[in-house]
């Protein structure tokens, strides 16, 4: 792929001036070229949840990857004095060369699991910091509500719908996250073509409105769709938008939308009027301003499927995961390294590198976040086949391992996540507020 230096597809101005600004110290002091290990870590998870699920990555390795500071960013620095000119040298002739482990994208991780490690020079990596922290809290956010919500939904099918209710660009990536956290579908067309998730959607309320009557307008759609497409039937009256329905498309109607009144009830009315009409087979969907507890509270209630918008793209009450990028170690001036941590109240850190496993009892249930404080990435086994390592190699050398980007890397982080929920407690999946399911422990 090639690296264009653009406004309009540089990332390298998506980040914080005190980013640059620390660079420019650096150069001039000449620490700049420091190796050092940064790492990202939530030190709790959003709204007292059981788990969190970790989304964003492959996006994230992409805007590394075309992280290049051109002639229109350099000019804008340059204008602003917001670097010396020895900086601004040094940032036209920025690649990112380190290494990135991380855990995978769609993995579960708890209170200060080391998600992500960057290891590089100072300069390098601190200039990625809120670049990382943007995708990663956001993404996060999302698959972590939309995860929930697609345990709510115990099996049946869930639609993310949210792109009103979001910026543009963070739709496209919620409807990625929740993609991976489970999510069936997407009305958002840029996410179906950048990310390969399908897509869905037929007809608003203002379809309805726009003609003379609720059966002018069934008959259109399904002139344009066919019988199977999904009639919204409750622009007027639902009963009798039901029968209208029916009485066009016949018995072989695809499914109808509800999307307002009291669902646990009317969802009973509607079933039970289809099935007078003949209309057996025809699904039943619900739309009206869906979180995990809404959708749980219709859980005995003969729903077939879900959309849900507003909620998920805005982490339904969590709206960020939280999540920090910490410098946890240096290399001292004999090559040797030096752990570094903050001591501030509330906010102490662990030094040094990490190594974390998922520890398994004898039936492969997850019984701990075990973090190994001192080990390498590079250790490539656990201590024992009871623990699970977390950690897989994203960049080397500055190279993205592209198994983990596009449609293919989207597609196998929602595996991932599918797999490693067969492997927390039965507890986790509970929707209370309360303590994370598995307790987190450091280790030498």
């Known amino acids: 792929m090639s690296h264009s230096t653009s406004s309009e597809t540089s990332t390298a101005l998506f980040t914080d001036r005190y980013e640059l600004t620390m660079v420019d110290a650096a ?33 994230l390795l992409e805007l590394i990857r075309d992280f290049r500071f051109g002639d229109p960013e350099l000019s804008w620095l340059r204008e602003n004095n917001v670097v010396s000119a020895r900086t601004l040298d040094w940032l036209s002739n920025y690649r990112f060369s380190g290494d990135i482990w991380g855990y995978r994208e769609g993995e579960a991780y708890f209170p200060n699991s080391p998600v992500l490690t960057v290891e590089s020079t100072f300069a390098e990596g601190v200039l990625l910091e809120t ?12 698959a972590n509500a939309a995860t929930r919500m697609v345990t709510a939904a115990h099996g049946r099918p869930v639609a993310e719908m949210g792109s009103r209710r979001a910026n543009e660009h963070s739709a496209v990536a919620a409807a990625r996250a929740a993609y991976i956290a489970g999510f069936d579908a997407t009305s958002n067309l840029e996410a179906g073509r950048t990310w390969g998730i399908p897509t869905m959607g037929t007809a608003a309320h203002a379809f309805s409105l726009l003609h003379e009557t609720e059966e002018e307008a069934f008959r259109a759609q399904i002139a344009a769709s066919g019988p199977e497409t999904t009639l919204l039937v409750d622009t007027y009256d639902v009963e009798q938008g039901i029968t209208t329905a029916v009485k066009v498309a016949g018995p072989e109607l695809g499914a109808v939308r509800l999307d307002s009144g009291d669902l646990p009830t009317l969802v009973l009315e509607v079933r039970e009027q289809l099935d007078s ?9 619900v739309t009206n301003d869906l979180d995990e507890h809404a959708i749980a509270a219709l859980a005995a209630v003969p729903v077939d499927s879900y959309g849900v918008g507003t909620s998920v793209v805005t982490g339904s009450g969590s709206p960020a995961a939280g999540m920090v990028y910490k410098l946890v170690a240096r290399k001292d001036n004999d090559g040797g390294w030096v752990a570094v941590a903050k001591t501030s109240e509330g906010k102490v850190g662990v030094g040094g590198r990490k190594f974390p496993v998922r520890r398994l009892n004898g039936s492969r249930v997850a019984v701990e976040e075990l973090i190994y404080v001192g080990d390498g990435p590079e250790t490539t086994s656990a201590r024992s086949e009871l623990e699970r390592p977390l950690l897989v190699q994203l960049v080397s050398g500055g190279r993205v391992d592209e198994r983990y980007t596009g449609p293919a890397g989207t597609a196998l982080a929602r595996e991932h996540r599918a797999h490693i929920l067969t492997e927390l407690p039965a507890d986790s999946a509970r929707l209370g507020r309360g303590d994370p399911a598995l307790p987190t422990r450091f280790a030498k």
């Open 27 to 59: 150069l001039a002091h000449g620490t700049a070229d420091t190796e050092c290990i940064f790492e990202v870590f939530g030190r709790r998870l959003p709204g007292a949840r059981r788990y969190g699920i970790v989304a964003g990555t492959g996006r």
């Open 277 to 285: 009409l003949g209309a057996t087979q025809t699904k039943i969907t």
């Open 131 to 142: 670049l990382i922290l943007s995708v990663l809290n956001y993404d996060t956010a999302v």
